[in-house]
């Protein structure tokens, strides 16, 4: 049964990254076709955060799981202080960017925001595509 569960939610993770590239692409093409260069480096950017976000956040999520589980492996215990600093870092990122970005650049302030939506607009679709996997076949895909 484990097994089962572990593909699932590999494939499901799969499916997260795919989504969350493929909006990026077209949130960067809409926010240059609607704000021109300053609005598409803006979502380029606060995406490649929501990405590195969704990224320290499976890690640090991991890493609980593994010690709650007891399967905590030696390279996860040396580890453990960069995924603390990892799972405090996302919001120092977050608000160096949007800090950098006001203070530094022209970029489109609004499209960074947008950008840094992308983990959750990327959550939203594997949840979306789990729903109508599950209403057409009867079982949630893999």
Same mark, same amino acid.
């Given at each position: $049964? $484990?097994?089962?569960a572990?593909d699932? /939610?590999?494939?499901a993770?799969?499916?997260?990254?795919?989504?969350?590239?493929?909006?990026?692409?077209?949130g960067?093409?809409?926010?240059?076709?609607?704000?021109?260069?300053? +609005?598409?480096? +803006? %979502?380029?950017?606060?995406?490649?955060v929501?990405?590195?976000?969704?990224?320290?956040?499976?890690?640090?999520?991991?890493a609980?799981?593994?010690?709650?589980?007891?399967?905590?492996?030696?390279?996860?215990?040396?580890?453990?202080?960069?995924?603390?600093?990892? %799972?405090v870092?996302? /919001?120092?990122?977050?608000?160096?960017?949007?800090?950098? $970005?006001?203070? /530094?650049?022209?970029?489109?302030?609004?499209?960074?925001l947008?950008g840094?939506?992308? %983990?959750?607009?990327?959550?939203?679709?594997?949840?979306? %595509?789990?729903?109508?996997?599950?209403?057409?076949? +009867?079982?949630?895909?893999?």
């Amino acid at each position: $049964m $484990m097994d089962a569960a572990s593909d699932f /939610y590999a494939a499901a993770e799969r499916r997260i990254w795919r989504f969350q590239l493929g909006l990026a692409v077209l949130g960067t093409a809409g926010a240059g076709w609607l704000a021109g260069w300053r +609005g598409a480096a +803006g %979502f380029a950017v606060g995406a490649a955060v929501s990405s590195l976000n969704f990224r320290w956040l499976k890690q640090a999520v991991d890493a609980v799981a593994e010690k709650a589980t007891g399967a905590e492996t030696r390279a996860t215990r040396k580890k453990r202080k960069a995924l603390v600093w990892k %799972f405090v870092g996302r /919001y120092l990122l977050i608000g160096a960017a949007a800090y950098g $970005m006001l203070k /530094y650049t022209v970029w489109d302030i609004r499209a960074l925001l947008a950008g840094l939506f992308l %983990f959750v607009a990327a959550i939203l679709a594997e949840i979306c %595509f789990e729903l109508w996997n599950t209403s057409s076949s +009867g079982s949630p895909s893999s």
